[in-house]
């Protein structure tokens, strides 16, 4: 075992205030009022927040920490922190301090991020309130507080919030649920997430060339290279060492935040690779994804490379999503969507099934809504993502036997199928009772589903908070039900029946990407919205305000608001890239040209001059690119007066059409000119690292 290896138990988790280090640190009262708190919601007091406090600081310490933060996730999609030492002053001296109101409340200015109309610009305190459910940790010689945030009056103005009043929402029904089933008192629920992270390394050197990658994350411009991903060599290949040593160092950085990376390789597009953790707790995962987003980049940077995590920073090849694989976990029961070995007789996990199925269906509208970004509007539907049609994949076997229930049959099981690929030296082994289906925007894959329209550079709490909540106004209604019966199995298996025969459109197993499914899904009348801002406003759909705020996730006000800043952010992205776009034209993309056939002209001439041969080659080319030059020219002319048109338009969604629409379409419409320059225009001319440059650099 090599000396790296050995370290790896050692350095886990070293920098985070977890449960063994305060089961070292806290007094035992103290250490078991704390846990009561995290684990019952029970009220910190402000003798255990002091203890909690100075044993906090005093590891922090002993870290080299010199400043706390109280780390929390506005709606901006990423993170925020206000850094204050531990330095107050006592006697003409100073000494480290810190307290339990400081550990528990935080006041950072409110009046700058986004809050959707809840806050007018002036009104500035805003408060950060400890989660003591996620560890603080250190970071950069900084003690890090996982935190929510809301504003003075109240107004959740954060994901944090109301991702874990999801999951006490969801708690508190499958509660109900099991109860049914004999379930002992004590018992919690969590769900458990993990996030797979795709991304994009490329060479720090071509990205500062690059000024469309450094204003907006993606290529505004780039020309088809002579080869991109079409031997799928790239996908699982070996990983190059200059990456190796980036994911190694990686690793070291987020295990020492306890953040349990497992699975790394090379995805499909040149430049593109992925990472993977271990299941956590909803609420956990989402903080350590945040990092380990903000990591990936930071480490980039110590190898003189640069991390991107836009959802599609190259047309032409595969963009970055972020599977977001999600399960419901008791303490008592396990997994709740484990099959067992007949999950035909499984009436509690055919429950929760039908549960799932019930709620995807009838919120498809809120699960597409929780994905909309203008960055993720490029990858959904593309040949690495599966389409803006919500479905559910659950494979031949559980379909067989939710069919069988429906019709009154008896399930026909299969035995397991052994493989056997017919070499007598290789093992043989079982195989699994479902395929996977890359193509399915939700699929089962075995004890959890596959959430895979999240993008790549998303927050997953938008996600989580949508799942838990549908799953859990389903289980409410089948509660009910099942509460008042006399015959539980009779209830249950009828619930079953009707959930699959009213629900089963939303079922399917075949290929997402082809024509023929696009036409079924319409005949199915299925939530299939392209865009991002035809999406956004079905978050305020009555029946959407119904369910958030029944379940005390959201208020009316705080979904309007939010519906609000995500139309805002669509329309702002937009504007960044058409400007940028506008801004690369006018000073580099017309400048190389005129200067490229500026030089043609003057060699035609001299050739003419010297009566040396026809000029075909050098006149076809001045002909070709002068003429798209004042085609690009003319279009970018055009994107101006529509950029000074959109000013105009007040009301947001209207506005978020405009730019989704008539803006981007005219975008479209430079790229393609600009992409037929480049492919013409001698390499020294061209002011930019071409895509082949880029994605074949490290």
């Given at each position: 075992?090599?000396?790296?290896?050995?370290?790896?138990?050692?350095?886990?988790?070293?920098m985070v205030?977890?449960?063994?280090?305060?089961?070292?640190?806290?007094?035992?009262?103290?250490?078991k009022?704390?846990?009561?708190t995290?684990?019952?919601?029970?009220?910190l007091t402000?003798e255990?927040?002091?203890?909690?406090a100075?044993?906090?600081?005093?590891?922090?310490?002993?870290?080299?920490?010199?400043h706390?933060?109280h780390?929390?996730?506005?709606?901006?999609g990423i993170t925020?922190?206000?850094?204050d030492?531990?330095i107050?002053?006592?006697?003409?001296?100073?000494?480290?301090e810190?307290t339990?109101?400081?550990?528990?409340?935080?006041?950072?200015d409110?009046?700058?991020?986004p809050?959707?109309?809840?806050?007018?610009?002036?009104?500035?305190?805003?408060?950060t309130?400890?989660?003591?459910?996620?560890?603080?940790?250190?970071?950069?010689?900084?003690?890090?507080?996982?935190?929510?945030?809301c504003?003075?009056?109240?107004?959740?103005?954060d994901?944090?919030?109301?991702?874990?009043?999801?999951m006490?929402?969801?708690?508190?029904?499958?509660l109900r649920?099991?109860?049914?089933f004999?379930?002992v008192?004590?018992?919690?629920?969590?769900?458990?997430?993990?996030?797979?992270?795709?991304y994009f390394?490329?060479?720090?050197s071509?990205?500062?060339?690059?000024?469309?990658?450094?204003?907006c994350?993606?290529?505004l411009?780039?020309?088809?290279?002579p080869?991109?991903?079409?031997?799928?060599?790239?996908?699982?290949g070996?990983?190059?060492?200059?990456v190796?040593?980036f994911m190694e160092?990686l690793?070291?950085e987020?295990?020492?935040l306890?953040?349990?990376?497992k699975?790394?390789?090379n995805?499909?597009a040149?430049?593109?690779?992925?990472?993977?953790p271990i299941?956590?707790?909803?609420?956990?995962?989402?903080?350590?994804?945040?990092l380990?987003?903000?990591?990936?980049?930071?480490?980039?940077?110590?190898?003189?490379?640069?991390?991107?995590l836009?959802?599609?920073?190259?047309?032409?090849?595969n963009?970055?999503?972020?599977?977001n694989?999600?399960?419901?976990s008791?303490?008592?029961n396990?997994?709740l969507?484990?099959?067992?070995?007949s999950p035909?007789?499984?009436a509690?996990f055919?429950?929760?099934?039908?549960?799932?199925?019930k709620a995807?269906?009838?919120?498809?509208?809120?699960?597409?809504?929780?994905v909309?970004t203008?960055?993720?509007?490029?990858?959904l539907?593309?040949?690495?993502?599966?389409?803006?049609?919500?479905s559910?994949?659950l494979g031949t076997?559980?379909?067989?036997?939710?069919?069988?229930?429906?019709?009154?049959?008896?399930?026909d099981?299969k035995?397991?199928?052994?493989?056997?690929i017919?070499?007598?030296?290789l093992?043989?082994?079982p195989?699994d009772?479902?395929?996977r289906?890359?193509?399915?925007?939700?699929?089962?894959t075995?004890?959890?589903?596959?959430?895979?329209?999240?993008g790549?550079?998303?927050?997953?709490?938008?996600?989580?908070?949508?799942?838990?909540?549908i799953?859990?106004?389903?289980?409410?209604?089948?509660?009910?039900?099942?509460?008042?019966?006399?015959?539980?199995?009779?209830?249950?298996?009828?619930i079953?029946?009707?959930?699959?025969?009213?629900?089963?459109?939303?079922?399917?197993?075949?290929?997402?990407?082809?024509?023929?499914?696009?036409e079924?899904a319409?005949?199915r009348?299925?939530?299939?919205?392209?865009?991002?801002?035809?999406a956004?406003?079905r978050?305020?759909?009555e029946?959407?305000?119904?369910?958030?705020?029944?379940?005390?996730?959201?208020?009316k006000?705080e979904?309007e608001?939010?519906?609000?800043?995500?139309?805002?952010?669509y329309?702002k992205?937009?504007n960044?890239?058409?400007?940028?776009?506008?801004?690369?034209?006018?000073?580099?993309i017309?400048?190389?040209?005129?200067?490229y056939?500026?030089?043609?002209?003057d060699?035609?001439?001299?050739?003419?001059?010297?009566?040396?041969?026809?000029?075909?080659?050098?006149?076809?080319?001045?002909?070709k690119?002068?003429?798209?030059?004042?085609?690009?020219?003319?279009k970018?002319?055009?994107l101006?007066?529509l950029?000074?048109?959109?000013?105009?338009?007040?009301?947001?969604e209207?506005?978020?059409?405009?730019?989704?629409?008539?803006?981007?379409e005219?975008?479209c419409?430079?790229?393609m000119?600009?992409?037929e320059i480049?492919s013409l225009t001698?390499?020294?001319?061209?002011?930019?690292p071409?895509?082949?440059?880029?994605?074949?650099?490290?």
């Amino acid at each position: 075992m090599s000396v790296y290896a050995k370290n790896i138990p050692e350095i886990f988790g070293s920098m985070v205030f977890s449960d063994k280090v305060m089961r070292e640190k806290l007094p035992r009262d103290t250490y078991k009022a704390l846990k009561k708190t995290i684990e019952k919601g029970s009220l910190l007091t402000t003798e255990v927040a002091n203890a909690v406090a100075a044993a906090m600081k005093e590891w922090a310490l002993e870290k080299g920490a010199t400043h706390f933060t109280h780390w929390f996730q506005p709606l901006t999609g990423i993170t925020a922190e206000k850094h204050d030492s531990f330095i107050e002053q006592s006697n003409g001296s100073v000494i480290m301090e810190f307290t339990g109101k400081a550990l528990i409340q935080g006041e950072p200015d409110a009046s700058s991020f986004p809050s959707g109309g809840l806050r007018a610009t002036f009104e500035a305190r805003g408060y950060t309130t400890w989660d003591p459910s996620s560890y603080a940790f250190i970071k950069e010689k900084t003690l890090y507080i996982p935190t929510a945030f809301c504003s003075y009056s109240g107004q959740v103005l954060d994901k944090k919030t109301p991702l874990l009043r999801s999951m006490e929402a969801l708690e508190r029904q499958v509660l109900r649920i099991l109860a049914l089933f004999g379930s002992v008192e004590g018992v919690s629920v969590k769900t458990t997430v993990g996030a797979e992270q795709e991304y994009f390394l490329i060479d720090k050197s071509m990205y500062e060339k690059r000024k469309d990658l450094r204003m907006c994350g993606r290529t505004l411009f780039g020309a088809k290279p002579p080869k991109g991903q079409e031997l799928e060599d790239h996908y699982f290949g070996s990983i190059k060492t200059r990456v190796k040593n980036f994911m190694e160092d990686l690793n070291q950085e987020l295990w020492k935040l306890g953040i349990a990376t497992k699975t790394e390789h090379n995805e499909v597009a040149p430049g593109q690779h992925e990472l993977a953790p271990i299941f956590t707790t909803t609420n956990i995962a989402c903080d350590h994804n945040q990092l380990t987003m903000e990591m990936m980049k930071k480490v980039a940077a110590r190898h003189d490379l640069v991390c991107l995590l836009h959802e599609k920073p190259f047309a032409g090849v595969n963009g970055s999503g972020k599977h977001n694989n999600w399960s419901i976990s008791s303490s008592a029961n396990g997994n709740l969507f484990e099959p067992g070995d007949s999950p035909e007789k499984n009436a509690q996990f055919l429950l929760f099934l039908s549960a799932v199925i019930k709620a995807v269906d009838n919120y498809a509208d809120l699960l597409r809504v929780s994905v909309s970004t203008a960055s993720n509007d490029h990858r959904l539907g593309a040949s690495e993502a599966p389409p803006a049609i919500v479905s559910i994949f659950l494979g031949t076997e559980l379909t067989a036997i939710l069919e069988s229930i429906e019709n009154g049959n008896c399930y026909d099981k299969k035995c397991e199928s052994v493989m056997d690929i017919g070499v007598s030296v290789l093992p043989h082994f079982p195989k699994d009772n479902t395929d996977r289906n890359r193509t399915s925007p939700f699929a089962f894959t075995g004890n959890k589903f596959e959430f895979r329209m999240v993008g790549s550079s998303l927050s997953i709490a938008d996600a989580n908070i949508v799942i838990n909540t549908i799953v859990a106004e389903e289980l409410s209604k089948f509660a009910d039900i099942l509460e008042k019966t006399d015959d539980l199995n009779a209830a249950i298996t009828e619930i079953v029946r009707t959930t699959y025969k009213n629900h089963k459109r939303i079922i399917f197993n075949g290929d997402g990407y082809s024509a023929e499914w696009q036409e079924e899904a319409e005949r199915r009348n299925l939530c299939n919205f392209k865009t991002a801002y035809e999406a956004i406003p079905r978050f305020k759909d009555e029946k959407n305000i119904a369910l958030f705020t029944k379940h005390m996730i959201f208020t009316k006000e705080e979904i309007e608001s939010r519906c609000e800043v995500m139309l805002e952010n669509y329309i702002k992205t937009i504007n960044i890239e058409a400007l940028t776009m506008l801004d690369m034209v006018k000073k580099d993309i017309l400048p190389a040209a005129a200067a490229y056939v500026g030089d043609l002209t003057d060699n035609v001439l001299k050739k003419k001059t010297l009566g040396i041969g026809t000029c075909e080659y050098e006149s076809s080319l001045i002909s070709k690119l002068s003429g798209l030059s004042d085609l690009l020219y003319r279009k970018s002319g055009e994107l101006d007066l529509l950029l000074i048109e959109a000013r105009s338009i007040e009301q947001t969604e209207a506005k978020a059409q405009y730019y989704g629409k008539t803006i981007f379409e005219k975008m479209c419409e430079i790229r393609m000119a600009a992409d037929e320059i480049e492919s013409l225009t001698a390499s020294k001319y061209w002011p930019y690292p071409v895509y082949s440059d880029i994605l074949f650099s490290v």
